[in-house]
């Protein structure tokens, strides 16, 4: 299955709809297929919340998950960064049955608004 998602995922470029997580993110096509194929509106969530404590010092952020498997649980590590390798947040996901090993996300301010996207929507 991750092998077909993630050909999915390569057909999203650009949005025709933004979709609200909280009332200063949103989120595009995308990365909405991301949360409801990926039962992943944790991680929008989760991104959401470090974008809006980001706001005064960010305009711009690259979101990675990493997820790690063992023969018993996942887990995995969100890092984000500021475009150019400088870590600004990591979390640690003690669990996730998150389908991909890897996905980044980009997340823009435009001054009022965040907005999530995968790198192809840029």
Same mark, same amino acid.
């Given at each position: ?29 995308? !990365?909405?297929?991301?949360? @409801?194929? #990926?039962?992943?509106?944790? &991680?929008m969530t ?29 887990? !995995?590590?969100?890092?984000? @960064?500021? #475009?150019?390798?400088?870590? &600004? ?34």
């Amino acid at each position: 299955m991750t092998t077909q998602w993630a050909q999915q995922l390569s057909q999203f470029s650009g949005t025709d709809h933004y979709y609200k997580i909280m009332p200063n993110v949103l989120m595009t096509d995308g !990365a909405k297929f991301v949360a @409801d194929n #990926g039962g992943a509106y944790w &991680l929008m969530t989760d991104l959401a919340v470090h974008c809006a404590e980001l706001t005064e010092k960010e305009t711009f952020i690259v979101a990675t998950l990493q997820v790690t498997r063992t023969a018993t649980s996942s887990h !995995a590590i969100l890092k984000l @960064d500021d #475009g150019n390798d400088n870590i &600004l947040v990591e979390q640690i996901i003690e669990y996730t049955d998150f389908p991909l090993d890897e996905i980044k996300l980009y997340a823009c301010y435009n001054g009022d608004m965040w907005v999530i996207m995968l790198p192809r929507e840029y």
